[in-house]
């Protein structure tokens, strides 16, 4: 899903594909290496994903280690390479909005809070933080990818924008605009019995409506 939302984000800016596909790559290798560090035992301790071994179950823990290691740097490699575009200011920009997305304010932030979660009482204001943080700041950086490749440098991401702000509400169904680039028609998961958060489902994108289409 994160690839394909940079894609469509960059195809609506009229972003060459070739260009497109290495952000896409990008965000999908720093994707990759989270789930492999979350599956950890020091984590969520699983032993499948996608019904198949996780990293530290086929191989082992130093492997997954450094496996999740080396896809979070090539993400930048990819990214701060020339082939991802001739422009050096929107290079340093993709690097700087990843870096963002995926560090402390934001992904690694909400898995912090992840963590604790089984632990602590949470209520609707620490749920909707914990998916702005560990899923919101990810899906914002694929849909501003396309404006920054098409060197509309917008102001940077930030966890007040209003992408972040339709991720964790629950129960919701319908269609919401996303600023300023998609709109994207979203279902919302419960909790688990467990108290856990589950991850939102995205039934698909729209192109063709625009925010007064919603009003």
Not at 170 to 185: I, Y
């Amino acid at each position: 899903l994160r690839p394909f939302l940079v894609l469509q984000s960059a195809g609506l800016f009229g972003v060459d594909p070739a260009l497109a596909i290495r952000a896409a790559a990008a965000i999908e290798s720093l994707h990759t290496y989270s789930l492999v560090h979350d599956d950890l035992p020091c984590m969520d301790d699983d032993d499948l994903r996608r019904g198949r071994p996780t990293t530290h179950r086929a191989f082992d823990e130093a492997t997954a280690v450094l496996a999740g290691d080396a896809l979070l740097t090539v993400a930048f490699e990819i990214l701060s390479d020339e082939a991802t575009h001739p422009s050096a200011e929107v290079r340093c920009r993709l690097v700087r909005e990843l870096a963002q997305a995926g560090g402390s304010n934001g992904m690694i932030g909400g898995q912090m809070i992840d963590m604790q979660a089984a632990s602590s009482d949470f209520g609707v204001d620490e749920i909707i933080l914990l998916q702005r943080l560990k899923t919101g700041a990810l899906f914002e950086f694929c849909c501003v990818a396309g404006p920054i490749l098409a060197e509309l440098l917008l102001p940077l991401v930030t966890t007040e924008s209003p992408f972040t702000e339709v991720l964790p509400r629950l129960d919701l169904v319908g269609t919401v605009w996303v600023e300023p680039v998609l709109v994207v028609d979203v279902q919302y998961l419960k909790l688990t019995t467990d108290g856990r958060l589950r991850q939102p489902a995205y039934r698909g994108v729209r192109t063709d409506l625009t925010p007064s289409d919603l009003e």
